[in-house]
């Protein structure tokens, strides 16, 4: 089972690129997020949706864009990539359901130079 | 603002030892609280998921005890491996959209 994947694994950018990372996940699941993980700060949620079409800011939102246009697609957008964007970004999904755990993926490595 | 603090950051024990991860949250308003384990460059994988009605959640060797009153969970690991080793995290769920907000972890360190 695939579960959650995140494409890509690492990636470099230099300030001021741009890049899409994707999110895709195959257990039906309405709600779907993204989260970034950096030392001493842990886990903070940048984005979230909780069903196709829609979004919603987290803790950190700002530099940061999403869509869901596919149920089982949510991707995260840097229009204008900055040093302090360089962090592990970790997707995760879930049912609607109150009580249901949240599934993560791998995380993706960005460093931006 | 929910905010949560684990205890103790690390923790390096022999083989063998039963051990308690403390987790304590400042809301008590939750709807259920989650354990993850997080191996060194990868994702989080789901232990537990304690309902804010229930006390304790059992898994193998897990436990995980639940105190909402007072913002405080506990992750009970009996008979402790070498696999065990690796970074817990834990996340109470914040109302609305099932958020979780996370500690920082623990990291667990077991000797052979």
């Known amino acids: 089972n695939a579960g959650v994947t995140q494409t890509p694994k690492f990636r470099v950018l230099k300030t001021g690129q741009s890049m899409t990372l994707l999110c895709a996940q195959d257990m039906n699941h309405e709600y779907m997020y993204w989260y970034r993980q950096d030392p001493g700060m842990g886990l903070r949620l940048i984005h979230y949706s909780v069903g196709e079409g829609t979004t919603a800011k987290g803790e950190v939102p700002d530099g940061y864009n999403v869509s869901r246009l596919k149920k089982q697609n949510f991707l995260l957008g840097l229009e204008s990539a900055a040093p302090s964007q360089t962090s592990v970004y970790f997707c995760?999904?879930?049912?609607?359901?109150?009580?249901?755990?949240?599934?993560f993926g791998d995380g993706t490595r960005l460093s931006i130079l | 603002k929910q905010e949560v603090t684990q205890i103790p950051a690390a923790l390096s024990v022999p083989e063998g030892e039963n051990l308690v991860l403390n987790c304590s949250f400042t809301d008590s308003a939750i709807y259920n609280l989650q354990w993850f384990r997080q191996d060194p460059g990868k994702g989080l994988t789901s232990l537990l998921l304690?309902?804010?009605?229930?006390r304790e959640q059992t898994s193998g060797r897990l436990n995980a005890s639940l105190d909402k009153s007072s913002g405080r969970s506990t992750l009970y690991i009996a008979a402790s491996q070498p696999g065990d080793s690796a970074t817990y995290l834990c996340?109470?769920?914040?109302?609305?959209?099932?958020?979780?907000?996370f500690g920082q972890g623990t990291r667990l360190t077991i000797n052979p």
């Open positions: 996340a109470p769920s914040i109302q609305g959209a099932q958020k979780l907000v």
């Open positions: 995760a999904s879930s049912y609607s359901t109150v009580g249901q755990p949240q599934h």
């Open positions: 304690i309902q804010s009605s229930q």
